[in-house]
Protein backbone atom coordinates (compact mmCIF):
# COMPACT_ATOMS: atom_id res chain seq x y z
CA UNK A 1 0.00 0.00 0.00
CA UNK A 2 1.25 3.47 -1.25
CA UNK A 3 1.97 6.02 1.76
CA UNK A 4 2.93 9.69 1.74
CA UNK A 5 3.06 11.01 4.87
CA UNK A 6 4.00 14.71 5.29
CA UNK A 7 5.22 16.47 8.18
CA UNK A 8 7.38 19.71 9.26
CA UNK A 9 4.29 22.31 9.10
CA UNK A 10 2.70 24.36 11.97
CA UNK A 11 2.32 28.12 13.91
CA UNK A 12 5.17 30.31 12.58
CA UNK A 13 5.25 34.39 12.04
CA UNK A 14 5.44 35.99 8.79
CA UNK A 15 8.89 35.95 7.64
CA UNK A 16 9.87 32.58 9.25
CA UNK A 17 11.02 29.72 7.10
CA UNK A 18 10.06 26.30 7.10
CA UNK A 19 11.05 22.83 5.74
CA UNK A 20 8.57 20.49 5.05
CA UNK A 21 9.10 16.93 4.49
CA UNK A 22 7.66 13.91 2.91
CA UNK A 23 7.81 10.15 3.50
CA UNK A 24 7.18 7.59 0.35
CA UNK A 25 6.54 4.16 0.75
CA UNK A 26 7.44 3.65 -2.61
CA UNK A 27 9.29 0.43 -3.34
CA UNK A 28 10.57 2.29 -7.17
CA UNK A 29 10.49 5.72 -5.24
CA UNK A 30 13.53 7.43 -7.67
CA UNK A 31 11.12 6.46 -10.59
CA UNK A 32 8.80 9.06 -9.26
CA UNK A 33 8.29 12.38 -9.91
CA UNK A 34 6.97 14.16 -6.94
CA UNK A 35 5.30 17.15 -6.49
CA UNK A 36 4.19 19.56 -3.58
CA UNK A 37 0.28 21.40 -3.75
CA UNK A 38 -1.58 23.48 -1.47
CA UNK A 39 -4.97 23.91 -0.41
CA UNK A 40 -6.15 27.53 1.82
CA UNK A 41 -9.56 27.17 3.42
CA UNK A 42 -12.25 27.88 0.76
CA UNK A 43 -10.22 27.41 -2.06
CA UNK A 44 -8.93 24.90 -4.92
CA UNK A 45 -6.14 23.05 -4.52
CA UNK A 46 -2.99 24.53 -6.41
CA UNK A 47 0.48 23.63 -7.44
CA UNK A 48 3.44 24.56 -5.80
CA UNK A 49 6.55 22.81 -6.43
CA UNK A 50 7.15 19.65 -8.36
CA UNK A 51 10.22 17.66 -8.88
CA UNK A 52 11.30 15.11 -11.98
CA UNK A 53 13.49 11.91 -11.69
CA UNK A 54 16.39 13.73 -12.08
CA UNK A 55 17.60 16.07 -9.28
CA UNK A 56 17.82 19.15 -11.50
CA UNK A 57 14.45 19.33 -12.95
CA UNK A 58 12.11 21.39 -10.87
CA UNK A 59 9.44 23.53 -11.43
CA UNK A 60 7.77 26.35 -9.03
CA UNK A 61 4.79 28.31 -8.99
CA UNK A 62 5.33 31.54 -10.45
CA UNK A 63 4.31 33.36 -7.41
CA UNK A 64 6.58 31.16 -5.36
CA UNK A 65 9.70 31.19 -7.22
CA UNK A 66 12.94 32.44 -5.26
CA UNK A 67 10.74 32.03 -2.20
CA UNK A 68 10.49 27.44 -2.05
CA UNK A 69 12.91 25.04 -2.99
CA UNK A 70 12.04 21.16 -3.60
CA UNK A 71 14.67 18.92 -2.92
CA UNK A 72 14.48 14.83 -2.82
CA UNK A 73 16.42 12.12 -1.42
CA UNK A 74 16.09 8.97 -3.04
CA UNK A 75 18.16 6.88 -0.76
CA UNK A 76 16.12 8.13 2.04
CA UNK A 77 12.48 7.85 -0.17
CA UNK A 78 12.17 11.45 1.03
CA UNK A 79 10.65 14.89 -1.19
CA UNK A 80 11.52 18.17 0.91
CA UNK A 81 10.02 21.93 0.09
CA UNK A 82 12.24 24.56 2.13
CA UNK A 83 9.90 28.23 2.25
CA UNK A 84 11.17 31.10 3.10
CA UNK A 85 9.52 33.99 4.02
CA UNK A 86 6.42 33.15 4.59
CA UNK A 87 3.51 35.40 4.40
CA UNK A 88 -0.07 34.96 5.91
CA UNK A 89 -1.30 33.85 2.64
CA UNK A 90 0.76 31.29 2.43
CA UNK A 91 -1.80 29.58 5.19
CA UNK A 92 -2.62 26.40 3.93
CA UNK A 93 -2.44 22.55 4.27
CA UNK A 94 0.47 21.30 2.14
CA UNK A 95 -0.03 17.59 0.25
CA UNK A 96 2.58 16.03 -1.21
CA UNK A 97 1.93 13.65 -4.38
CA UNK A 98 3.75 11.38 -6.71
CA UNK A 99 3.56 10.72 -10.00
CA UNK A 100 4.06 6.65 -11.49
CA UNK A 101 5.50 7.96 -15.26
CA UNK A 102 7.92 10.21 -13.43
CA UNK A 103 6.47 13.19 -15.18
CA UNK A 104 7.17 16.41 -12.97
CA UNK A 105 3.37 17.73 -13.91
CA UNK A 106 2.11 21.13 -12.71
CA UNK A 107 -1.67 19.83 -12.95
CA UNK A 108 -3.07 19.95 -9.27
CA UNK A 109 -5.00 16.22 -11.09
CA UNK A 110 -1.87 14.64 -12.52
CA UNK A 111 -0.61 12.45 -9.58
CA UNK A 112 -1.64 8.96 -8.68
CA UNK A 113 -1.02 9.09 -4.96
CA UNK A 114 -1.16 11.93 -2.10
CA UNK A 115 -0.53 11.95 1.51
CA UNK A 116 -3.08 13.57 4.37
CA UNK A 117 -1.77 16.71 4.15
CA UNK A 118 0.44 18.81 6.53
CA UNK A 119 -0.67 22.38 7.98
CA UNK A 120 1.36 25.22 7.64
CA UNK A 121 -0.43 28.33 9.65
CA UNK A 122 1.32 31.36 9.18
CA UNK A 123 0.05 34.87 11.50
CA UNK A 124 1.30 37.95 10.82
Known amino acids: QVQLVESGGGLVQAGDSLRLSCAAS????????MGWFRQAPGKDREFVAT????????HYAASLKGQITISRENDKKKVYLEMNSLRPEDTAIYYC?????????????????WGQGTQVTVSS
Open 51 to 58: IGRRVDHT
Open 26 to 33: LRTFSNYA
Open 97 to 113: EANSAGVPTTRVYGYDH
